[in-house]
């Protein structure tokens, strides 16, 4: 019985489970929202919130404790820059975690985990590759139309290819 154990083994051995928490903890300080399962999630928020501490510190000593644990400099230039002053007022609870319902194969509990103030850099992302679609879209339709004034597509007549001469 594991009777006040504290942490999450996630059924992985103890080098597997610390490289998979680093990695979400870097995603999740680069993309400010990841969907994973709920006790990934759950396992991962403590070390975020330290993560975020260190930010908020600011000084070189912390700089190069969170270059230790996080796989990326950008991870780490973005803790300092942006996330660590938005939670520069507020102690502690710096995330989110919203259950978004069962994976289909396995039927795990999967959930976002997000930090909070996130929205609005997530609307501006969905913002920018929207406006990104319509002038794809933009270019691919003046391209059709300037195709179709030059004449059209010129199609091979049917057979013209590959008929034998005999």
């Known amino acids: ?6 942490g999450y083994k996630l059924g992985r051995n103890p080098a597997h489970r610390r490289s998979l928490l680093r990695n979400l903890v870097t995603s999740l300080i680069i993309e400010e929202r990841i969907e994973t399962t709920v006790p990934k999630a759950k396992a ?16 070189l000593s912390a ?8 796989m990326t400099s950008a991870a780490v230039d973005k803790l300092f820059d942006a996330i660590g002053p938005r939670f520069g007022d507020r102690n502690g609870g710096y ?21 909070l103030g996130s929205e609005k850099v997530l609307d501006e992302k969905r913002q920018k590759r929207a406006e990104a679609r319509s002038k794809r879209a933009a270019e691919n339709k003046r391209a059709m139309d300037e195709a179709e004034a030059h004449g059209g597509v010129e199609h091979p007549t049917p057979g013209a290819e590959g008929e034998d001469k005999t």
Not at 63 to 70: K, M, S, T, V
Not at 95 to 115: M, P, Q, S
């Open 1 to 6: 019985m594991r009777h006040k154990v504290a």
């Open 95 to 115: 995330l989110r975690i919203v259950r978004t319902g069962w994976r289909k194969g396995d039927g795990a509990d999967n959930a976002f985990i997000e930090l």
């Open 44 to 59: 991962m928020r403590p070390l975020v919130e330290k993560m975020i501490t260190l930010g908020k510190r600011g000084d």
């Open 63 to 70: 700089r190069r404790q969170a270059l230790a644990y996080l």
